[in-house]
């Protein structure tokens, strides 16, 4: 391109219109960097772009909460697939006592099911092949399957009238992630990025953790979207740590790069993309320039909290002979641990595997062994230091599971299929009533009776306990007002202390 065409080109941009819009970039500077939580167009003496200096971490865009907060971070252990709430949790002996029978249509009442068993003659009952004992002071009941649930029963809030409209797995999933069944959406742990900011300006707000369980190895996929940022800065997006040598994927410099090279690349680099924020007024551009710097100062934080050797035997003793493993569950929940330490805000452990549409019997049994000892552990864990009651955890999965059984029904195996109408969570921590067990199914285990909670109260609820207003909480995109509630949601005061 000629000297003449460059200077021609550079002149269309200084018209009118650009120069009133980058007039206004003082004030667009100051909304952006309020988005972002950082302090974008500050220097540090050294050049860099730094975030806000002090305890607070990195910022997020809520000035202040809507009300006092019961907690200061959420460790949800997502149990993809859907687990059978009436193999875990909701003891109904009826089932067994009436096993075979048709479900009556008086039940059913019509209700959609799914194409794998809308073609089925006939819908046989079937109890639990599985054994239930009471617990805790208030005789609670908690399957053979989860000894050690079962001992930690006083410590956790059992929600059994959860329900939603979702019926198949992805827009399931994708629903109690990001408050839709439709892909886009930023997720639950970027929407609290977005409002809360971090505690911790050397690790993401918002962390996830993978493992695959035993029950069904080759079952449901999950999408790294269900992490994602939707419509908000991609800073808020979550950050997969693997259990590989390199925990962050593309985190380490190349060889034979030093520190001070990488360190002198960045602030180029930063530079140049400030040059083109000037010229752009991209707000992606900053939150790039937030990323580099974020991933720089993850290369020492990151090891440290991914490295447990350190940890006494007792705590390997409590979490199971898994939390060796790097990337099991076990192993997972302690690094949950290991994060809540580090005040990250939002860590998300997914676990896959309770997709058992057969064999579900023997399948059930390797998937709760999976989970069982880890879950109390971190329950256990997190109250000895003091940090449960200002960490909520939540355990469950995206729906759950028929009381009539899938295929061909024998006296020593059945299926289950997907169930949206009535399936069991738990929380505990901060806030949460514990040792109670809230809502009520029918004497059959396939509509509730009692305290329906929606997935939207659900995470209404969540917010409250941060602080958070669903209601209040938006982020205007293409003309409208969106929050993780959508138009519904309420708080269940009832489960709240």
């Given at each position: 391109m000629s000297e003449k065409k460059i200077v021609e080109e550079r002149s269309l941009i200084l018209n009118r219109r650009s120069f009133l819009g980058k007039a206004a970039m003082g004030v667009g500077g100051i909304g952006l960097a309020s988005l972002l939580g950082t302090n974008l167009f500050r220097k540090g003496e050294n050049g860099l772009y730094t975030a806000d200096s002090g305890p607070a971490g990195v910022k997020g865009v809520l000035d202040s909460l809507h009300h006092p907060s019961?907690?200061?971070?959420?460790?949800?252990l997502f149990q993809s697939g859907g687990p059978s709430q009436l193999e875990l949790f909701d003891y109904k002996p009826l089932l067994n006592q009436r096993r075979g029978e048709d479900l009556p249509e008086s039940i059913r009442n019509g209700q959609r099911l799914t194409g794998m068993t809308s073609g089925q003659d006939n819908f046989p009952l079937v109890g639990s092949n599985f054994g239930f004992q009471r617990y805790g002071q208030n005789g609670t009941y908690i399957s053979d399957?989860?000894?050690?649930?079962?001992?930690?029963?006083?410590?956790?809030?059992?929600?059994?009238?959860?329900?939603?409209e979702a019926i198949n797995h992805d827009p399931a999933v994708t629903f109690f992630q990001t408050g839709s069944q439709q892909p886009g959406r930023p997720s639950i742990g970027s929407w609290l990025s977005y409002g809360l900011g971090s505690e911790n300006e050397n690790l993401p707000a918002y962390t996830v953790l993978l493992s695959r369980g035993s029950g069904r190895p080759n079952g449901q996929p999950l999408y790294t979207r269900l992490w994602g940022n939707g419509f908000l800065h991609s800073l808020h997006q979550g950050v997969q740590f693997r259990a590989a040598k390199d925990p962050v994927l593309y985190l380490n410099d190349p060889k034979g790069t030093t520190a001070d090279v990488k360190r002198s690349m960045l602030d180029k680099l930063a530079e140049l993309n400030d040059q083109h924020y000037q010229e752009s007024n991209d707000p992606e551009i900053q939150s790039r320039i937030a990323q580099y710097e974020m991933a720089y100062r993850m290369q020492t934080s990151v090891p440290d909290v991914m490295n447990t050797d350190g940890e006494p035997d007792y705590i390997y003793k409590m979490y199971g002979s898994d939390a060796k493993i790097p990337g099991t569950f076990a192993a997972n929940c302690l690094l949950a641990r290991r994060l809540a330490e580090k005040d990250v805000r939002f860590i998300q452990l997914y676990h896959m595997g309770w997709d058992q549409h057969d064999n579900l019997p023997g399948a059930i049994q390797k998937q709760a062994k999976d989970v069982d000892q880890a879950s109390a552990a971190l329950i256990a864990d997190l109250k000895q230091r003091g940090m449960l009651e200002d960490t909520l955890v939540v355990w469950g999965g995206e729906f759950g599971r028929t009381n009539y059984s899938q295929g061909l029904l024998t006296d020593t195996t059945y299926g289950r299929d997907h169930h949206p109408r009535c399936f069991t969570m738990w929380m505990a921590g901060g806030g949460i009533k514990p040792g109670i067990v809230y809502g009520e199914t029918d004497e059959f285990g396939y509509n509730i009776v009692k305290n329906p909670v929606h997935v939207h109260d659900f995470q209404a609820t969540m917010l409250h306990q941060l602080g958070i207003d669903h209601e209040k909480f938006t982020y205007k995109y293409q003309g409208r007002r969106?929050?993780?509630?959508?138009?519904e949601g309420k708080v269940i005061n009832d489960i709240l202390t």
């Open positions: 019961k907690i200061k971070r959420v460790i949800y399957l989860l000894p050690y649930t079962a001992k930690m029963v006083d410590d956790i809030c059992i929600v059994k009238s959860m329900y939603t969106f929050r993780l509630t959508d138009v």
